[in-house]
């Protein structure tokens, strides 16, 4: 069903609706051929875009999506988004911080849009997803010009046709499950690591989190389309791909009887001659034997794992609807060691859930000392209206949160430099992204392991490459190396 609002006499704008968007549906995704309406392909003729782009890694690639069918109706890169002819958000809404980001962004686009009244300025992503953030764009933002959803992206150019034609804001913003769209333009950022999309949406529910309520279902791609996607890249000379998905070991369990899973799907791309393969999120739960033995027999698939654990603790596992135990998620990683031998595993962590106590926190705190996390994002919960979580009761002040919070991060901080301290004297293969951001005479780039190494080198001809270095340094947050002929 689709909420619309009758804008004038033609144009509608389609409102979001998170209680429709929480509804799930047993109907087949529809998968979608990607066309443009020959009467928008000039539309960006003589004009430039930027995307300010927020949040994941989803949201990276959906932005070289949005910039592949930007340049199919014309619009060409603008490097200065102070002088691009469209300037679109592509927001997230995890935290709200997050959001907070974008009404600043917002605040300084509006004297922009005072100066340029032609320049079009559009939001998309996950915020608009929420009816508070479309309405309080549409109430306090009315020189927003497009607003659009998560399912609405393959829309863009008509979208923009209205908005040339509409003084008010042009809103699409669908709340249902969810299609796949196929055979987009893209643009990638870069030349050897690409982004694959192989599952969308998410149908876990964990009380914090908005996601199954901006992305819709969870929705697997086509393994064809997946290899063929895989296959092009290794033509085009890419290196890396990190397959893409909220709940990314979930792929396959919508299609056809879900026999063939996300560990399958490893090994087939393993056979593309791809060199490495990450991927990113996983959940505990999903992660099945199959997948296990795929990260252990193929070669492309590398060393580290980003599984997140959110919690030590049974009891708020649970309230957050997790759907595993510390005692499980132990196994998988004890497993996980046992089969791919000197695995570098981080995690996601939440701290401060409503209704943790001290005593809950400090298992989190002795599982990631058991687990020998090398890395953890860790974040003190932040209420999204519209899940569970926002109206639990939360006793505990933010200034204790952020104590805990503070003892937290000493441990997972110990756990980034052990990472990279047992590397030292090593040779470690590093595929080289460019130049160190510290710019004296260094080049920088990700081991198998996913550890940031840097070593002295001015030859810019190594980018894209993978190099030997010996590991002679470990810092906290990378290795320094020397390169090896
Ligand atoms: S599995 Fe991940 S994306 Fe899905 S609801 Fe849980 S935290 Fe959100």
Redesign the pocket.
């Given at each position: 069903m689709i909420n619309e609002k009758k804008l004038d006499k033609d144009l509608k704008r389609v409102m979001p609706s998170l209680k429709e968007a929480r509804i799930r549906r047993n109907k087949e995704v529809e998968t979608i051929n990607f066309q443009i309406d020959p009467k928008y392909i000039n539309l960006g003729k003589d004009k430039t875009y930027f995307i300010y782009t927020y949040g994941c890694q989803g949201n990276e690639a959906d932005s070289e999506i949005m910039a592949g069918i930007l340049e199919a109706i014309g619009y060409k890169h603008s490097e200065d988004p102070l002088l691009a002819d469209i300037v679109l958000l592509n927001t997230c809404a995890?935290r709200e911080n997050a959001e907070q980001r974008i009404w600043g962004v917002l605040g300084q686009l509006k004297g922009r849009k005072r100066n340029n009244p032609d320049l079009l300025i559009g939001i998309c992503g996950c915020m608009p997803q929420e009816e508070n953030a479309t309405n309080k764009l549409l109430e306090s933002y009315p020189f927003v010009d497009i607003i659009f959803g998560t399912h609405n992206r393959g829309n863009l150019p008509k979208l923009i046709f209205d908005a040339y034609l509409s003084k008010a804001t042009v809103v699409e913003v669908i709340s249902g499950e969810g299609n796949i769209l196929e055979n987009t333009p893209k643009v990638r950022e870069s030349k050897t690591k690409a982004w694959v999309h192989i599952m969308y949406g998410?149908?876990?529910?964990?009380t914090?989190?908005?996601?199954?309520y901006t992305?819709g279902k969870e929705r697997s791609r086509a393994k064809e389309d997946i290899i063929n996607e895989v296959n092009e890249l290794v033509k085009e000379g890419y290196i890396e791909v990190t397959l893409l998905g909220?709940?990314v070991n979930?792929y396959g369990k919508d299609l056809g009887n879900g026999e063939y899973t996300f560990g399958d799907l490893l090994f087939d791309i393993d056979k593309t001659g791809i060199e490495r393969v990450r991927f990113t999120?996983p959940?505990p739960r999903d992660m099945d034997d199959r997948a296990m033995e795929a990260m252990a027999k193929c070669k492309s698939v590398m060393p580290h794992l980003h599984f997140?654990v959110?919690s030590g603790n049974d009891r708020v596992l649970k309230i957050?609807?997790?759907k595993y135990t510390r005692e499980i998620y132990l196994e998988k990683i004890k497993k996980l060691k046992e089969l791919v031998p000197g695995i570098s595993i981080t995690t996601?962590i939440i701290v401060g859930y409503p209704g943790e106590t001290y005593e809950e926190f400090k298992d989190t705190v002795s599982l990631v000392e058991e687990a020998e996390f090398e890395g953890a994002f860790t974040f003190i919960f932040s209420p999204r209206e519209g899940t569970p979580a926002f109206s639990m009761e939360d006793p505990i002040s933010l200034e204790e949160k952020h104590k805990w919070f503070d003892e937290l991060v000493e441990h997972t901080n110990k756990g980034y430099l052990n990472g990279h301290e047992k590397f030292i004297g090593k040779i470690v293969k590093v595929l080289v992204d460019g130049e160190s951001k510290s710019g004296d005479g260094m080049l920088c780039g990700y081991s198998e392991h996913n550890k940031l190494t840097h070593f002295k080198s001015d030859d810019l001809s190594l980018v894209g490459k993978i190099v030997n270095v010996k590991v002679t340094e470990a810092k906290t947050w990378f290795m320094i190396g020397e390169l090896c002929e």
């Amino acid at each position: 069903m689709i909420n619309e609002k009758k804008l004038d006499k033609d144009l509608k704008r389609v409102m979001p609706s998170l209680k429709e968007a929480r509804i799930r549906r047993n109907k087949e995704v529809e998968t979608i051929n990607f066309q443009i309406d020959p009467k928008y392909i000039n539309l960006g003729k003589d004009k430039t875009y930027f995307i300010y782009t927020y949040g994941c890694q989803g949201n990276e690639a959906d932005s070289e999506i949005m910039a592949g069918i930007l340049e199919a109706i014309g619009y060409k890169h603008s490097e200065d988004p102070l002088l691009a002819d469209i300037v679109l958000l592509n927001t997230c809404a995890i935290r709200e911080n997050a959001e907070q980001r974008i009404w600043g962004v917002l605040g300084q686009l509006k004297g922009r849009k005072r100066n340029n009244p032609d320049l079009l300025i559009g939001i998309c992503g996950c915020m608009p997803q929420e009816e508070n953030a479309t309405n309080k764009l549409l109430e306090s933002y009315p020189f927003v010009d497009i607003i659009f959803g998560t399912h609405n992206r393959g829309n863009l150019p008509k979208l923009i046709f209205d908005a040339y034609l509409s003084k008010a804001t042009v809103v699409e913003v669908i709340s249902g499950e969810g299609n796949i769209l196929e055979n987009t333009p893209k643009v990638r950022e870069s030349k050897t690591k690409a982004w694959v999309h192989i599952m969308y949406g998410c149908d876990e529910f964990c009380t914090y989190c908005i996601v199954p309520y901006t992305r819709g279902k969870e929705r697997s791609r086509a393994k064809e389309d997946i290899i063929n996607e895989v296959n092009e890249l290794v033509k085009e000379g890419y290196i890396e791909v990190t397959l893409l998905g909220q709940n990314v070991n979930a792929y396959g369990k919508d299609l056809g009887n879900g026999e063939y899973t996300f560990g399958d799907l490893l090994f087939d791309i393993d056979k593309t001659g791809i060199e490495r393969v990450r991927f990113t999120s996983p959940h505990p739960r999903d992660m099945d034997d199959r997948a296990m033995e795929a990260m252990a027999k193929c070669k492309s698939v590398m060393p580290h794992l980003h599984f997140p654990v959110q919690s030590g603790n049974d009891r708020v596992l649970k309230i957050m609807n997790r759907k595993y135990t510390r005692e499980i998620y132990l196994e998988k990683i004890k497993k996980l060691k046992e089969l791919v031998p000197g695995i570098s595993i981080t995690t996601d962590i939440i701290v401060g859930y409503p209704g943790e106590t001290y005593e809950e926190f400090k298992d989190t705190v002795s599982l990631v000392e058991e687990a020998e996390f090398e890395g953890a994002f860790t974040f003190i919960f932040s209420p999204r209206e519209g899940t569970p979580a926002f109206s639990m009761e939360d006793p505990i002040s933010l200034e204790e949160k952020h104590k805990w919070f503070d003892e937290l991060v000493e441990h997972t901080n110990k756990g980034y430099l052990n990472g990279h301290e047992k590397f030292i004297g090593k040779i470690v293969k590093v595929l080289v992204d460019g130049e160190s951001k510290s710019g004296d005479g260094m080049l920088c780039g990700y081991s198998e392991h996913n550890k940031l190494t840097h070593f002295k080198s001015d030859d810019l001809s190594l980018v894209g490459k993978i190099v030997n270095v010996k590991v002679t340094e470990a810092k906290t947050w990378f290795m320094i190396g020397e390169l090896c002929e």
